[in-house]
């Protein structure tokens, strides 16, 4: 089971995306209004069975759509083709060339919701740097980060996080959450 995600650069309407959907013989499955467990979001199911999902992120305040089956990317690349969209490169070498501490939590959701399902090396070094940053705020987006980047690598930093006093006791205990997580 493949999982491919997909941020748009511009915002895209619901009409517009509903109608680039049928054009591909996608149907709509669900409309979920979201609650504490799952965000809002509207399913879409392929032809060749793969479930397109376009949610509504309140903790990242993103929007993006999130792709899941054995054929994941034939539909992940038609959207790509379509809607112009970040990549995990992109959202990394963004996070990089951050000059302040807003711009640096900024591009820290765009490359959560970037982030490969597999280790990657360059969001991974983005991810595990703003978990060292002296900005508070920073090393919380990263934290949040690596709830969507579920990576063993990340661990000792983690530790570190949820270790330090000096981070806030929401962000301790989201990282400790995280670990959890991670060690499943």
């Known amino acids: 089971m493949q999982l491919r995600k997909v941020l748009f650069k511009e915002a895209v309407d619901y009409s517009q995306f509903e109608r680039f959907a049928r054009s591909l013989s996608w149907s709509m499955v669900e409309e979920h209004p979201g609650d504490e467990e799952t965000p809002e979001h509207i399913s879409w199911l392929t ?10 992120d ?15 990317t034939a539909a992940e690349t038609a959207l790509r083709q379509h809607f112009s969209s970040f990549d995990w490169a992109e959202a990394a070498t ?7 501490a807003d711009e640096k939590i900024r591009s820290l959701s765009v490359l959560a919701v ?7 090396e360059l969001p991974y070094n983005a991810i595990r740097t703003a978990l060292e940053d002296d ?11 690596t709830i969507y980047a ?4 990340f661990m000792p930093y983690l530790e570190r996080v949820a270790a330090d006093p000096a981070n806030g006791p929401e962000v301790r205990e989201t990282a400790e959450a995280v670990i959890e997580t991670i060690r499943g």
């Open 150 to 153: 579920r990576w063993a690598e």
């Open 58 to 72: 309140d903790v990242l305040n993103l929007s993006y759509v999130s792709v899941v089956g054995d054929n994941a």
């Open 135 to 145: 900005e508070p705020g920073v090393r919380s987006a990263a934290v949040v980060a």
């Open 114 to 120: 970037t982030a490969p399902q597999e280790f990657e």
């Open 47 to 56: 032809p060749d069975g793969t479930t397109v999902m376009i949610l509504f």
């Open 94 to 100: 963004r996070f990089g060339e951050a000059t302040s």
